[in-house]
Nanobody, 116 residues
Framework: QVQLVESGGGLVQPGGSLRLSCSAS????????MGWYRQAPGMQRDMVAV???????TYVDSVKGRFTISRDSAKNTVYLQMGSLKPEDTAVYYC??????????WGEGTLVTVSS
């Protein structure tokens, strides 16, 4: 069974940086895409960044120029480098992996808090 484990969350000041990691139980190239989503209390889960099997990257407008998604196939790991963090970035960040057809996997989430 596919397992996704996130790490790297924590408390940072506005303007600071964090790098989140998502380790998969198998090859990341077995998935059509992998990505990061975030959810604040009482809010819906929102896509932040996605990378497809062939390396195409997509970001939500609010993080363009600040966040970078990347991968290390040898480690079966996807990263989210977050810079210039803002209080509105505060959320639980979830790793997501999708396979064809109709398969969707989630990690348990890691909390990012941006505050002074």
């Amino acid at each position: 069974q596919v397992q996704l484990v996130e790490s790297g969350g924590g408390l940072v000041q506005p303007g600071g940086s964090l790098r989140l990691s998502c380790s998969a139980s198998g090859s990341i190239f077995s998935f059509a895409s992998m990505g990061w989503y975030r959810q604040a209390p009482g809010m819906q889960r929102d896509m932040v960044a996605v990378i497809t099997k062939n390396g195409i990257k997509t970001y939500v407008d609010s993080v363009k120029g600040r966040f970078t998604i990347s991968r290390d196939s040898a480690k079966n790991t996807v990263y989210l480098q977050m810079g210039s963090l803002k209080p509105e970035d505060t959320a639980v960040y979830y790793c997501n992996a999708r396979s064809f057809p109709n398969l969707n996997y989630w990690g348990e989430g890691t909390l990012v808090t941006v505050s002074s």
